[in-house]
């Protein structure tokens, strides 16, 4: 097997746990990047029919943080946390939602996330998600999957928004 760098070597050797944090880490930065160097009007730009934006994925992510790793582990409801009832609500953008103040929600969310979960295992079970308790690995796994999809729809979205602006060689 070859590795491309001493990090990727470090992380195949990394106990499962270290493991599930540094593709969580790397899809959660690239959701966040995804909006960098954007305009405003750039990040709100809708190219589907559906409430998909790119400024409106990271703020989705950021639901997504604190679905899981906020009321699946303090067991605190949605009001008392502040984020909507429904995923699809979560895409919803304000007027004074910007690519800054989504990008540092973003941000404090996943720092959020890390702290929850630091004193916990992989086999702890959470208790507050509605579908009942759930060992942490699953809560792991679920939103990795969730970051994956996103962040592909935040590729080619981009490349859709930055295909008017980008000279093809």
Same mark, same amino acid.
């Given at each position: 097997?070859v590795f491309q760098s001493l990090v990727e070597f470090a992380v195949f050797h ?28 750039? #990040? ?42 429904s995923p699809d609500e979560s895409f919803d953008l304000h007027d004074d939602d ?10 404090? #969310? ?17 208790r507050g998600n509605r579908r009942g308790p759930l060992p942490l690995r699953w ?8 970051? #994956? ?21």
């Amino acid at each position: 097997m070859v590795f491309q760098s001493l990090v990727e070597f470090a992380v195949f050797h990394a106990a499962l746990r270290d493991q599930f944090e540094v593709f969580l880490d790397e899809h959660r930065s690239a959701l966040h990047d995804s909006l960098n160097g954007l305009t405003e009007e750039q #990040a709100r730009r809708s190219l589907v029919a559906s409430k998909t934006t790119l400024l409106g994925l990271v703020k989705h992510a950021t639901f997504v943080e604190k679905v899981w790793f906020d009321e699946a582990i303090t067991c605190r409801s949605r009001a008392e946390i502040g984020i909507p009832d429904s995923p699809d609500e979560s895409f919803d953008l304000h007027d004074d939602d910007t690519v800054a103040s989504v990008q540092r929600a973003h941000q404090q #969310a996943c720092a959020a996330s890390r702290r929850a979960t630091a004193q916990l295992t992989l086999d702890d079970l959470v208790r507050g998600n509605r579908r009942g308790p759930l060992p942490l690995r699953w809560v792991y796994l679920h939103t990795l999957r969730e970051l #994956a999809q996103h962040c592909g729809h935040a590729d080619i979205l981009r490349e859709q928004i930055l295909s008017g602006t980008t000279r093809h060689a």
